[in-house]
């Protein structure tokens, strides 16, 4: 299984939802509780996101039943939520390697004019 996604800024909408995404692509049967946890978001904001997610054609959920004879959901992405998912992947990689170049530029300022050499 890969890295799971970390979790979701609730001030980047964008960001949480790449992660829901990332982490219903990898576990499509995780309950709204399971995505709220490993999102870092509350269940509330799981439920809107999830239901927005759903409402946008982006994931579809299927009925299965749990081993406790409950009912409950797979969320499964559509090719739609595989596009959105692969553009949202795109942007935010472009995003943090624009902050990581900053932060490189930042950082070397820094030990300028504290007279600091690099080190390896």
Known sequence: MADQPAPANPSEPDAARLAALRLLAEQPRLSQRELSV?????????????HALLDKG???????????????????????GLRE??????????????EFEMLK????????????QHRP
């Open 58 to 80: 982006l994931v579809k959920a299927r009925n299965f039943r749990r081993s406790d004879n409950k009912l409950a959901y797979a969320y499964v992405l559509t090719p739609s």
């Open 85 to 98: 998912k692969l553009r949202l992947t795109q942007a935010f990689l472009s995003r943090k390697e624009s």
């Open 38 to 50: 490993a999102l870092g978001l509350s269940l509330g904001k799981t439920h809107y996101l999830l």
């Open 105 to 116: 530029t930042t950082i070397a300022d820094l030990r300028a004019e504290l007279g600091v």
